[in-house]
């Protein structure tokens, strides 16, 4: 064992930060463009329509869930500036080319399909920031280091829209270079803004990033992803087999949770828009407060569970997270006798259009204008007929939705630390690369499922059922937890290297 000098320590936690810095870009590279996607795949490709652009949300996560393991994968044989380089890069080219997807003369909304998935591609970069952080620092120093990393995700995801709405002021038509082809514009200056970060993340991941490994309990040793440096610079603390068995249950608790924060996000606009007959730019003004709320909340929640956990263990707090997400789902279930207004009732033309189910139900940043008459200038609200439970299904009080939200903003952070630290102390100080890889893969499979889920459940049955569905699913993954409740514990613990 090598003792840590102070030089070391420095180098470890300013590489450490680079890796914060890189995950806030993973974030503000997914937010910086979501409320501007729907206009602007509507000005390049009229052919393009809200299913459409379910699909180009989607692709950034599936980008993320094929890349993350391949990232992993690279990171534990080879020096992790590569992987973290290259990703950057293909996520900064990416960026470029949804900025000209604008150009071609056909298929414009393909070339902005692959734009996404590519960013997203470049995103998985997180699994190679997650398994360096893990390998970077002691038990103790661990579950801080988690929370920080997953703040500056929140804050990331928080200020991406704000950028954006920044960009607004450059207006719908900007700039044109004709010598570079490229319109400046409020749906390009982001993107291009993003590439820009990307660039200097790039650079400062050569200049200030070090490969550094420490053990569980802090000690130096070397690195097997270090330059000159042969896999088999290994000692005696990574001797010992992984508990595979609490490795995929926490797959799988992480999976539920960010299914149910993804159903969350995408229920937020058609179930207010149907309970309390908000207009369209209603729900998104109201609901993007919220969510901007829920975010600040987030990230205090990630500060003060660093302290928490000394006190209780990262296991009871990841139990209290769920059951607060559990009571969350649970208050949201219709039990009055109020009944919430139909959208048709006192319109008697059967001409008038519905707006279909599936149009309603994509994420309140990229709903369609809804089609209205031209002889009729008031946007229909409330639940339509449509959806035949809106007859008989008592509303949700607009009290007990903003106490879901609160509830829902508290526990997610919770469990979404909780679940990273847990796991990561679980796989000890061998290579992390390829099992955060998984990890975060099962994450992103969440955010794909989970909104087909609730579009197909909230449409056709209504939020009794979706809402029942989500606690009988937070029951199962809380059995589950109770179940392998005393096999989460540190690698070096299970092996009697330290006490837990």
């Given amino acids: 064992d090598v003792v840590e000098t102070q030089e070391h320590y420095k180098s470890r936690w300013r590489s450490i930060w680079i890796m914060y810095l890189t995950m806030f870009l993973s974030s503000v590279g997914f937010s910086i463009v979501i409320m501007s996607v729907w206009p602007y795949l509507q000005k390049i490709d009229p052919t393009a329509d809200a299913s459409f652009l379910g699909w180009i949300i989607a692709s950034y996560s599936i980008g993320q869930m094929v890349a993350s393991p391949l990232f992993g994968l690279w990171s534990n044989y080879r020096p992790r500036r590569e992987p973290l380089v290259i990703s950057t890069a293909i996520s900064v080219a990416a960026n470029c080319l949804y900025a000209y997807v604008h150009v071609p003369h056909s298929h414009n909304k393909y070339y902005m399909l692959t ?181 600040i909340e987030s990230v205090i929640v990630f500060m003060v569970v660093k302290t928490l956990s000394k006190k209780t263990g990262e296991r009871a707090i990841l139990h209290a997270g769920l059951l607060i997400v559990l009571v969350g789902f649970f208050i949201l279930l219709p039990w009055g006798k109020k009944l919430p207004n139909i959208q048709w009732q006192e319109i008697k033309n059967n001409s008038i259009p519905r707006t279909a189910p599936s149009e309603m139900l994509v994420p309140f940043w990229s709903l369609p204008e809804l089609q209205v008459p031209s002889n009729h200038t008031a946007e229909p609200v409330g639940c339509p007929v449509t959806q035949s439970w809106c007859l008989n299904t008592p509303m949700i009080y607009l009290a007990q939705y903003i106490s879901s939200d609160v509830l829902i903003g508290l526990g997610y952070p919770v469990c979404n630390v909780m679940s990273y630290t847990l796991y990561s102390k679980i796989l000890g100080p061998k290579p992390q690369g390829v099992y955060m890889g998984w990890l975060t893969a099962s994450g992103s499979g969440a955010r794909i499922l989970g909104p087909v889920f609730v579009s197909q459940i909230y449409t056709h049955l209504g939020p009794r059922w979706a809402f029942s569905l989500i606690c009988g699913v937070v029951v199962v993954s809380l059995l589950l937890l109770e179940i392998v409740y005393k096999r989460l514990i540190a690698f070096s613990v299970r092996y009697g290297r330290m006490q837990e």
């Fill in 115 to 295: 734009a996404r998935a590519l960013v997203g591609f470049g995103a998985g970069n997180v699994a190679v920031v997650r398994s360096y952080i893990a390998g970077a620092t002691s038990l103790t120093e661990r579950t801080s280091a988690m929370a920080n990393t997953s703040a500056c995700q929140a804050v990331g995801f928080i200020l991406g829209p704000v950028f954006q709405t920044c960009f607004t002021l450059i207006g719908e038509e900007g700039v044109t270079w004709k010598f570079l082809c490229l319109q400046l514009n409020m749906y390009t200056a982001p993107v291009l803004f993003g590439a820009l970060l990307g660039v200097i993340n790039i650079i400062l991941i050569f200049a200030i990033f070090r490969e550094h490994r420490v053990d569980d309990m802090g000690r130096q040793y070397k690195s097997i992803n270090s330059d000159g440096e042969g896999s088999d610079v290994l000692d005696q603390n990574t001797e010992g087999n992984i508990d595979h068995v609490a490795v995929v249950a926490l797959n799988i608790l992480f999976f539920v949770i960010l299914f149910v924060f993804a159903v969350f996000e995408t229920i937020a606009t058609p179930l207010t828009m149907d309970m309390y007959s908000w207009t369209r730019k209603e729900a998104v003004f109201y609901n993007g407060i919220i969510l901007s709320v829920i975010g």
